[in-house]
């Protein structure tokens, strides 16, 4: 079966909450960006609220300037339907409150992707590696991947050449649009991914 890929991004849409308080309640939260199990470093009591900023709309993917996934509890059972908990996705519960404080009563989780697939073309990609380092790379502006280096099973997954970048698979897309969950926003490979 062929497959077609998406990069996961921020939603911009200017009605939707947005939760932008991870670097401020949990420390070792750039362990999030990396693929690295963070259940220790993130405890269910972890309390993210709605940026004051931002609009009132809330989705079931919620928009964020760290590039995390923060997900109700609907998008948390088509995962589970899929099998993807577990070894391949880590769900990581918190207390989300809304503009006043107040705890929201659905369950949102962050989707930590466990797993790393080397599989950027570079050649075909355009990229920017670090100043500091030109093995490592800063950014991906123009994603395409391999796909014979994708294994059979990977629907969601971080890209081993630059782990905060996630990377969805189309069946994967398509039962997140067949449950109607909101929020989502991709870039499909091929496209300039904005910002």
Same mark, same amino acid.
């Given at each position: ?5 998406? +990069? ?5 849409? &200017? ?38 900023? $931002? ?21 948390? /059972?088509?995962?589970?339907? =899929? ?14 409150? /809304? ?13 930590? &992707? ?10 075909? +990609?355009?990229? =920017? ?16 991947? =391999?796909? /014979? ?13 630059? &782990?905060?970048?996630?990377?969805? =698979?189309? /069946? ?15 870039? &499909? $490979? ?6």
């Amino acid at each position: 079966m062929t497959f077609s890929y998406y +990069s996961l991004g921020p939603s911009l849409d &200017p009605r939707a909450v947005q939760v932008v308080d991870l670097p401020d309640r949990v420390e070792d939260y750039f362990y999030l960006s990396d693929g690295i199990p963070c259940a220790s470093y993130l405890p269910p009591t972890t309390e993210l609220g709605f940026y004051e900023g $931002a609009g009132d709309m809330l989705t079931d993917f919620i928009d964020n300037p760290d590039r995390m996934l923060y997900v109700s509890q609907r998008v948390q /059972d088509v995962l589970k339907s =899929r099998g993807l908990v577990g070894a391949a996705v880590e769900l990581l519960p918190f207390v989300l409150l /809304d503009k006043r404080g107040r705890r929201v009563r659905e369950s949102y989780a962050i989707v930590n &992707p466990l797993v790393r697939v080397s599989c950027l073309d570079f050649e075909r +990609s355009k990229y =920017r590696r670090t100043a500091s380092d030109p093995n490592e790379l800063a950014e991906v502006k123009l994603l395409h991947v =391999r796909e /014979d280096a994708i294994p059979e099973d990977a629907q969601l997954f971080r890209l081993g050449e630059l &782990p905060r970048l996630m990377v969805l =698979r189309s /069946d994967l897309l398509e039962a997140f649009q067949q449950a109607g969950l909101s929020g989502l926003a991709i870039h &499909p $490979a091929g496209t300039t991914i904005p910002g």
